[in-house]
């Protein structure tokens, strides 16, 4: 965390940040699809999880804005 921003912030930077690798992931993975490479569905995995990555991280900004920091409501 960055000294001048709150738990939320850098939390809301973070998932800036994962969509801008997701998007990049998504290029790469159509030039990969494109060269008919061998490594297409580890590409694919690989993209699929950080977009799972993505939605737990929207997920956490979300309990953030809720007051809440952990799954289950358990409010810190």
Same mark, same amino acid.
């Given at each position: 965390?960055?000294?001048?921003?709150t738990? %939320?912030q850098?939390?809301v930077r973070h998932? &800036?940040e994962q969509? *801008?690798r997701v998007a990049?992931?998504d290029?790469? /993975?159509?030039?990969?699809?494109?060269?008919r490479?061998p490594? %297409?569905?580890?590409?694919?995995?690989?993209l &699929?999880?950080?977009? *799972?990555?993505?939605?737990?991280?929207?997920?956490? /900004?979300?309990r953030?804005?809720?007051?809440?920091s952990?799954?289950?409501?358990?409010?810190v």
């Open positions: 965390m960055r000294a001048d921003e738990e %939320l850098m939390c998932v &800036a969509e *801008d990049r992931q290029i790469l /993975v159509e030039r990969i699809r494109e060269r490479s490594k %297409l569905d580890d590409s694919l995995q690989l &699929a999880e950080m977009r *799972d990555l993505l939605g737990k991280m929207h997920e956490h /900004v979300a953030l804005r809720q007051g809440d952990k799954p289950g409501g358990v409010a």
